[in-house]
């Protein structure tokens, strides 16, 4: 297997876990000092880690690949996201409802390791199906 197959493995692997919550493997796939960018901000995995652990605990986010792109160490992800409000989010109340977005994430993998990830989703789109915003 090919280095830019081995990185793609290690998107995947971070997709399984993430979806099936699963924060020990998570954070096992990212390097120490991962650097991680997001719709929130930017920080360390140990900023990441809480607000994933409620985007799968408030949001029942899943994720499903559509696509990915390898270029040497660079992965890049399309996502069919979805999810339900099912508990309160950063201040905002369950709803119930669902949703549905297209994501992408940009990862930069070395040795094995996510050093560097960039996520960007539709959030607006997602607030307004949860029931969030007019």
Do not use: C
Request: hydrophobic fraction near 45%; glycine fraction near 12%.
């Amino acid at each position: 297997m090919g280095v830019e197959q081995k990185n793609q493995e290690v998107v995947r692997a971070y997709v399984e876990a993430m979806n099936a919550g699963d924060f020990d493997k998570l954070e096992g796939l990212f390097a120490k000092d991962a650097d991680i960018h997001g719709v929130l901000g930017r920080g360390s995995l140990a900023i990441a880690m809480p607000i994933w652990r409620a985007l799968h605990s408030s949001l029942a986010m899943h994720l499903e690949i559509e696509a990915l792109a390898t270029d040497g160490d660079n992965v890049v992800a399309r996502f069919r996201e979805t999810g339900r409000s099912v508990g309160e989010f950063r201040g905002q109340p369950a709803t119930g409802n669902a949703y549905e977005v297209m994501a992408m994430e940009w990862f930069v993998i070395r040795d094995g390791y996510i050093v560097d990830r960039w996520g960007v989703r539709d959030s607006g789109m997602q607030a307004r199906q949860i029931g969030w915003q007019a």
